[in-house]
């Protein structure tokens, strides 16, 4: 079993940044894709960002220039730095872990608004 577990969330004024972590424990390792998500009241869960085992990254358009993912194999641990926040980045931001099985935190908010 993996359990991932968010924080960092919090209000932020448009412009902002915020740094969330994700901490993950049990039976992980460096071959997982990692991988943040959001979901906004009424919108399905999107990708937001993700890094693969070998460090390959991929990003949503919409924050594309503005997040960046990192991972930190020795303290299993995946951040997301999110820069030039936009109130069109509030949501429920979820951890994702994937071998062959998909793992999910359970979620971190992320308020962004003046």
């Known amino acids: 079993q993996v359990q991932l577990v968010e924080s960092g969330g919090g209000l932020v004024q448009p412009g902002g940044s915020l740094r969330l972590s994700c901490a993950a424990s049990g039976s992980i390792s460096s071959v997982y894709t990692m991988g943040w998500y959001r979901q906004a009241p009424g919108n399905e869960r999107e990708l937001v960002a993700q890094i693969t085992g070998g460090l390959s990254t991929n990003y949503a358009d919409s924050v594309k220039g503005r997040f960046i993912i990192s991972r930190d194999n020795a303290k299993k641990t995946v951040y997301l730095q999110m820069n030039s926040l936009k109130p069109e980045d509030t949501a429920i931001y979820y951890c994702?872990?994937?071998?062959?099985?998909?793992?999910w935190g359970q979620g971190t908010l992320v308020t962004v608004s003046s």
């Open positions: 994702h872990a994937k071998l062959v099985r998909d793992f």
